[in-house]
């Protein structure tokens, strides 16, 4: 009999309907929103809860999550998936930006670039991942990113570029 028969690992990941907080982000301005989920007053994404992170700090043009790597993150050669990079620097880029937009404004990822300095395995502890504005114009936004442990190694950095959407009217920078 194989190890994964005799010592199977399970995982149960819950969530609520996100359509809850996707109605909450249409009337809350990105700041506000990310604030709301930081206190527990909104439901975090669904992807947070099945990755394990979540915001630590939210302020105007930056945002930092918290993740404690795990051997469900592992990849087939035995290290955490470089996913779990790419989705924390994605998040946590994308929200700095959404803590700068408007009610009724969002945003997309256009461009994600990642850069992997370190490998990353279940018992490196707490990951921190933060986020911080580059530029933000009126329709084109660009945020940089670096993921650290608790004593400030670097694992991996990037930035992204992310398309704007403002409500009719909205204007913005350019």
Known sequence: MSEQAENPRTRTVTWRDPREGASAAKRLSGLEYLR????GELPAPPIAELMGFSPVEVEEGRVVFA???GEHHYNPIGMVHGGLAATLMDSAMGCAIHTMLPVGAGYTTLELHVNYVKGIAHDTGQLLCRGEVIHLGG???TAQGRLVDDKGTLYA???TTCMVF???GAGGKE
């Open 36 to 39: 709301a989920i930081q206190r």
């Open 67 to 69: 993740v404690k790597p």
């Open 139 to 141: 329709r084109v936004a």
């Open 157 to 159: 950095h990037g930035t």
């Open 166 to 168: 403002r409500p009719p």
